[in-house]
């Protein structure tokens, strides 16, 4: 490995984690603001903190959603392509690897330069989906021919240049979501939550929030979101174990009593969710403050562009209703392509948890109750049909015969 590339790798580490870039800026506005050492040092770690204590809840989440999804599929017997964002990464990586990491770093400083100097005052934080679109980026222009230098420079444009303004196309949204907090949506799936709200402002009112939804007395204990996520989520586990059967269940729980395993999964789901939240307090406890120092000195007006899991503290209800209206809106969606010969797009319990959840958040700040299901629900939709239409875009039937696909190859 020669020294360039040694330098680039090291700065591809550092800049797709979302925890250090986060660091970085509470530093630099920290410093900016000329505050005493003791507020800069906690300052600081205090985002990168409150970040890895986020992305702990969301690999625990990640890690009990895997079985679930193996049972629903086994159980239901469904067959198909589940869109993936480490498939990408990995042929990138692995065909254009100093490529995808010159576009990440070129992309992250055009960011910036786009924030200082035009009206997109957005600044990208969320360092894993910039290094997730840096690797597509590699890979599709260079399916095109392109190659070397010319490659680099257009992918990092194009990533410098949507960083900036994909937050500001919706920001009228988020800050309705945020309730005039000077946060931004930081994820390249936006549209998407763009769309719910747009669905929701045409459905349902903002005063009628999930958040206010009146509870019984007696059901008062369903106000608690953990409990209320656990509840949830033991029915969808025992609903997937019955339908997959004890015997393929046990494969999976090691030896553990297979509905014992999922309650179990159901509840430690909604523990991740709750560090989840945690995790986001601390982010915006130290991140919003420091930030002022970079709005008012180094780049004017400028605003951090976050994950989209810090927006679930807004509307912790609309996060559950959310992910149940965008995973039945991907199993409608897949049944419809499966009518009309289309190629299986399995709902992916992870981008509709993440995606669906905060396309719910979005849909209930413009329509409340009816626009976080309507909204996460056609966010479900998309979910199904876009993959299938790129699919069939540069795979013609899905890169399979017909027999293939009746087969469920």
Not at 122 to 142: E, K, N, P, W
């Amino acid at each position: 490995m020669d020294f360039f590339t040694g330098v680039l790798e090291f700065l591809k580490d550092v800049l797709s984690q979302p925890a250090l870039l986060l660091g970085i800026m509470a530093f630099i506005g920290l410093v900016a603001l000329r505050s005493p050492g003791h507020k800069v040092l906690t300052g600081t770690l205090g985002p990168i903190l409150g970040y890895i204590m986020l992305g702990a809840g969301a690999d625990f989440i990640v890690t009990n959603l895997d079985p679930l999804g193996k049972m629903i599929e086994k159980g239901f017997n469904i067959q198909g392509v589940v869109p993936n964002n480490e498939a990408v990464v990995a042929t990138a990586q692995q065909i254009l690897g100093v490529e995808t990491m010159s576009i990440l770093v070129l992309g992250l400083v055009l960011n910036v330069v786009f924030a200082r100097f035009t009206k997109y005052k957005y600044v990208f934080l969320t360092g894993h989906h910039s290094f997730f679109m840096a690797c597509l980026l590699s890979a599709v222009l260079g399916a095109t021919g392109m190659s070397g230098w010319l490659l680099v420079v257009i992918g990092g444009f194009f990533l410098g240049a949507w960083s900036a303004i994909s937050p500001a196309i919706g920001q009228r949204y988020t800050l309705k979501v945020t309730d005039g907090d000077e946060v931004a949506m930081g994820h390249f799936g936006s549209l998407g939550y763009y769309l719910s709200a747009w669905v929701g402002s045409k459905v349902g009112k903002p005063e009628d929030s999930t958040e206010n939804i009146n509870i019984p007395e007696k059901w008062s204990f369903l106000r608690n979101t953990t409990i209320a996520t656990g509840i949830t989520m033991m029915f969808f586990y025992l609903v997937a174990a019955i339908a997959a059967g004890s015997e393929f269940v046990s494969t999976l729980s090691g030896g553990m009593s297979p509905y014992l395993f999922a309650i179990m999964g159901g509840l430690k789901f909604a523990i991740g969710v709750a560090i989840v939240y945690s995790g986001v307090r601390m982010i915006l406890a130290d991140l919003i403050p420091a930030f002022q120092g970079i709005a008012q000195k180094i780049i004017p007006n400028a605003v951090p562009a976050v994950d989209c899991a810090v927006f679930f503290p807004y509307a912790q209800t609309a996060v559950i209703i959310g992910f149940v209206c965008s995973f039945i809106g991907g199993v409608i969606g897949m049944v419809i392509l499966g009518f009309i010969g289309g190629v299986l797009i399995i709902p992916g319990l992870v981008p509709h948890f993440f995606c669906g959840a905060t396309a719910g958040i979005y849909g209930n700040a413009t329509g409340g109750r009816k626009g976080a299901i309507i909204g996460s629900f056609v966010n479900g939709l998309a979910l199904a049909f876009l993959p299938a239409l790129l699919l069939r875009r540069f795979y013609g039937n899905g890169g399979r015969s017909q027999e293939d696909r009746k087969l469920g190859k």
